[in-house]
């Protein structure tokens, strides 16, 4: 009774470009706060250092935000579906770490390695659908173990990315800010996982309501595993980028990772209950973030209170959240 | 439809041509030690739309979730179509079972699309999103013409009409439909929605395929069913012919009282019965005016209103308004006037009842511990003691020290009523408490509740049992979130609350 319909009858209630427009734009409404503070905290630094409206102006305050970027992309996969990964930080500074040390002189066991822990985290995602473990013990636990795994291959900090990834990281086109096309990248991906793919609804339904996906007959364990599984991926690339840009390697280079991905989903509008995924709101809270940084050295303030500002940040825009929410309701 | 309703043996499933889409054999299921189906036998025929009805309890959520194929019976089997082999989940949805569930079961974050594809057994395609738009705007479009539901909107954010609409909608996004299974499909939808539904149904089941309609709107049901199923303590234990089925027929069938007729007569009953009804609430107030210890307003019906020492039930089917009341009751606010000191047993003791940790005296005496204090130290021995005469009291199966969770069921309930009466509450609030526990636990609990209420407690009681309401001297029957009728004495009989749970139905002329 609905496939009969041999022509392409235009249907009354499918949705018009204009509808699409609005619809959309309302669903990601409560990103619109952090792109306020990132245009505010843009129009700062570029009054106070006009030399920033320039290609390479641009790649140097936006290179740092590249693999945050990555990494918060890759916990909005996590946080889609219920659960947070405490782990993030460390597994990038892991992936630098293996970046600095085996990419390069052995190639195949590096490769191997990151093929592991994308497959530990598959293992991470059966055990919490599974046993019911809570997502912040295992990941929590695991940072721990990424930690030991990173100082046993590298105590200190060195080693030497691969001349390869080191090209990547020093990719310089003239007109356009490197940094942008990576963070329009790390978007589209995280659009596309998501948002557009039939495992990213299923894995969206599964934070919204674990009855009704199962229910429909999708299996809840695949959905998780996949969750984290490509989300590790993400994590993954975000460590390869760090190591690009670094050019060595670092268990703790990315260890405020963990709670800025978080925050930074958040900021974007996710929640932590799970069901939204909103990867445009996770890359702008990602960059609002990394720019808090390079801010606070254009204007001449420690940067040991970075933290503190970025901190404040956070909780004005949620704060501001809360009031328009309230308003438009 | 015409045939089978013209042919007398319409149960007799040999007497027709084609096989019936699904029968239920003997079906039993347990629950612990609640028997939910006793030996269910059910045939749907190709074709038909058969009406489901039943009280609280009577089984027919779970009737349904097994013709579905979700649960398995534990005695008893379901066959499709004639034929053999296990019926689960999976068979089911081969055969072209659709479920529209009562509690609507989509996904909030998800867009009306995305929650029709989740859904959809057919294989996706290349541009699935397009697809899942299309289809679910399609069957939208046929079923319910001039809907105006956005398919990009998250479900979420529809209002609670819509979503209903969409519920419906996405069971028929399928290729072959064998049987729909629809769980109360208008509660939420408007009078033209209603109308477009059943009109759809009827073209649904001239192609073939059977409909399973569960309502507890007897007009809807006799109107649009062919047949009727009246389920009572876990058994069909009438199936009739809803050309020459009545509504208080039904209503008979199901444990109900028998009243005359629906139409005029039960507009004049109405006259006379809220002349007595008001003699009744009169003689309350004038023996406990000056005492009535908590009030509130639900909806545009009657004021709820409760005595110190009396016990008030609030009954009806489930979820019309009776938790909210108690919520009310319990938080206070704007329009509730309740007294400061007040108690509540939650019904469900797993989630919101015990604290799993501790022991008897600790879970029993926490709501009472100013009373056992001094300068804001709880001294222990006066706990114990108190804790003691309770346990003693209410023979509960166990030491004060004794883990909570070492109890049975039952004992734990116990404890948890004991907590209540412990306290110094004025007002004491049930919810459902004695869901699967056994009858003498039972019976000990309405002798306490009744000499508490007469040393002076006033007690609000929510029971999803009508036999219950029995204890009660006052009770609420609550429909569609508002209170229908008061009933006390001679009229507070199981008969009348279940007649007057569906008054909805009686009374849609006034």
């Known amino acids: 009774m609905t496939t009969t319909a041999a022509a392409p009858r235009r249907s009354a209630s499918r949705p018009r470009l204009a509808d699409r427009l609005t619809t959309g734009a309302a669903h990601g409404s409560p990103a619109l706060l952090s792109l306020v503070a990132l245009i505010v905290i843009f129009s700062i630094a570029v009054a106070n250092q006009p030399g920033i409206l320039s290609v390479p102006g641009l790649t140097l305050m936006l290179m740092s935000a590249v693999p945050l970027v990555f990494a918060a992309q890759a916990q909005m996969l996590i946080m889609s579906v219920g659960d947070i990964d405490l782990g993030i930080g460390f597994l990038v500074g892991l992936v630098t770490v293996i970046a600095a040390t085996q990419l390069g002189a052995n190639p195949v066991l590096g490769i191997g390695m990151l093929v592991g822990i994308v497959a530990v985290y598959a293992l991470l995602g059966l055990l919490v659908q599974r046993r019911g473990v809570p997502s912040i013990i295992v990941t929590l636990g695991m940072s721990f173990v990424w930690l030991g795994l990173g100082l046993q291959l590298l105590p200190t900090p060195g080693g030497a990315a691969p001349e390869w990834l080191a090209q990547l990281g020093s990719w310089r086109p003239n007109w356009i800010p490197a940094p942008l096309v990576f963070i329009a990248l790390a978007t589209l991906v995280g659009w596309y996982l998501a948002r557009r793919s039939r495992i990213g609804m299923r894995m969206r339904a599964l934070g919204s309501s674990a009855a009704t996906l199962d229910k429909s007959g999708r299996s809840l364990t695949g959905t998780r595993v996949a969750a984290y599984a490509l989300a590790a991926g993400l994590a993954v690339i975000a460590g390869l980028l760090l190591a690009a840009q670094t050019r060595s390697g670092d268990i703790n280079s990315a260890s405020n990772f963990t709670l800025m991905t978080i925050a930074a989903v958040i900021l974007g509008g996710g929640t932590f209950s799970g069901g939204r995924a909103l990867p445009v709101g996770a890359t702008l809270g990602a960059v609002t973030l990394g720019l808090i940084t390079v801010l606070l050295s254009l204007v001449n303030l420690s940067s040991s209170l970075q933290s503190a500002a970025q901190g404040l940040i956070v909780l004005a825009v949620l704060a501001g959240r809360v009031i328009t929410e309230r308003f438009t309701r | 439809m015409s045939s089978t309703a013209t042919e007398p043996a319409v149960t007799d499933a040999a007497s027709r041509r084609e096989p019936d889409t699904v029968v239920a054999h003997g079906v039993t299921k347990r629950y612990g030690s609640t028997r939910a189906l006793n030996g269910v036998d059910l045939a749907v025929g190709p074709g038909e739309i058969l009406g489901l009805v039943g009280h609280n309890g009577a089984g027919k959520s779970t009737l349904m979730r097994m013709l579905a194929g979700r649960e398995q019976p534990d005695e008893g089997r379901i066959s499709w179509r004639g034929g053999g082999g296990r019926w689960d989940a999976r068979a089911a949805a081969a055969a072209g079972v659709r479920m529209v569930y009562q509690e609507l079961a989509l996904c909030a974050d998800l867009t009306v699309a995305e929650n029709a594809a989740l859904s959809d057994p057919r294989p996706p395609r290349p541009g699935w999103r397009g697809t899942a738009e299309r289809r679910i705007a399609e069957v939208l479009d046929t079923v319910f013409p001039g809907h105006g539901i956005s ?148 909806g545009d019906g009657p004021a709820f209103r409760i005595a110190a020492g009396e016990i008030v039930g609030l009954a009806g089917l489930a979820g019309q308004g009776q938790e909210d009341v108690l919520a009310r009751l319990w938080r206070g606010g704007r329009g509730v006037r309740a007294p400061k000191h007040r108690s509540y047993v939650p019904g469900d003791r797993q989630t919101s009842g015990i604290l799993p940790l501790w022991s008897v005296a600790e879970n029993l005496t926490i709501s009472a511990l100013a009373a056992v204090s001094r300068f804001g130290v709880v001294d222990g021995r006066a706990k114990r003691e108190l804790a003691r005469r309770w346990i003693s009291a209410l023979r509960v199966r166990g030491e004060a020290g004794t883990p909570i969770t070492a109890l049975s069921g039952g004992n734990q309930q116990k404890v948890l009523v004991a907590r209540a009466f412990a306290s110094d509450a004025r007002l004491v609030l049930l919810d459902d408490p004695f869901r699967g526990v056994d009858v003498a636990t039972k019976n000990e609990l309405y002798a306490l509740m009744k000499a508490e209420a007469a040393a002076g407690r006033a007690v609000v009681w929510y029971s999803t049992e009508n036999g219950e309401m029995a204890h009660c001297e006052r009770v609420y029957v609550f429909r569609s979130g508002r209170i229908v009728s008061e009933l006390a004495g001679e009229t507070n009989t199981e008969e009348r609350i279940i007649a007057d749970s569906f008054d909805d139905a009686t009374g849609g002329a006034r």
């Open chain 2, 151 to 298: 398919v990009i909107r998250r479900a979420g954010e529809l209002p609670m009409a819509e979503r209903q609409m969409v519920e419906i909608a996405r069971a028929l996004c399928t290729d072959h439909l064998g049987l729909l299974i629809l769980d109360e499909p208008t509660e939420s939808l408007g009078v033209d929605a209603t109308r477009q539904l059943y009109a759809h149904l009827k073209s649904l089941v001239s192609g073939g395929v059977s409909v399973l309609l569960i309502s507890h709107r007897m007009q809807e049901v006799l109107e649009h069913s062919d047949r009727i199923a009246v389920m009572k303590d876990g058994a069909v234990v009438e199936i009739v012919d809803s050309a020459g089925a009545t509504e208080s027929a039904l209503l008979t069938a199901m444990g109900g009282e028998v009243r005359a007729d629906s139409g005029a007569l039960a507009r004049a009953a109405e006259v006379t019965g809220a002349v007595s009804a008001g003699a009744v609430s009169a003689g309350a107030v004038s023996q406990g005016s000056a005492e009535t210890i908590a009030e509130l307003r639900t």
